[in-house]
């Protein structure tokens, strides 16, 4: 009998569900990171994109700078300055953005959304996948319909 009520507390405690890692993007980003992506654009094969990244805090502003190498384009750089407006809350410029950078944070994912040249919207979704790994899912749309999207995994390397 005590072995039947240690094994059904043992299959109950390993039943319950874990519980979900939180993001902190200035921990995650802050170093060195490296994503490997899938870049697919409506009436274009999908293509190979590697962005490394490097995080500081400068002041009350954390900076990112990316190198992106997107299969047959040369590499560029992209920079990210974000702070924080609220609780789960950071606002910021990127490079590549014709406006704001609007960031919501909430249990282990971040929402991600901006403008690019061309009336592009970004709405980039990271999820915690371990403590040094994201997964990555952006979609671009334009007038509602979706043209594109990035799938892929980030890396923290530091």
Known sequence: ??????????????AAPAATPQLDM????????HSENVLK?????????VVDSVG?????QFVLVDTVRQQGQ?????KWVIHPVGPGHFSGT????????????????ATIRY?????LNLEQRLQVIDGHTLA????????GMKFGSVEGKIHKLD
């Open 115 to 119: 403008t690019m040249e061309g009336g």
């Open 94 to 109: 990127l490079s590549d953005a014709t406006g704001p950078v609007d960031i919501t944070m909430s249990g282990g994912s």
């Open 1 to 14: 009998m005590k072995l039947f009520v240690a094994a059904s507390i043992a299959l109950i405690a390993g």
């Open 26 to 33: 200035v921990g995650f980003f802050t170093g060195r990171t």
């Open 41 to 49: 654009i409506i009436f274009h094969r999908s293509s190979g994109m």
């Open 56 to 60: 500081k805090m400068e002041g009350k």
């Open 74 to 78: 040369a590499p560029r750089t992209r």
């Open 136 to 143: 990555n899912h952006t979609a671009v749309r334009k007038f």
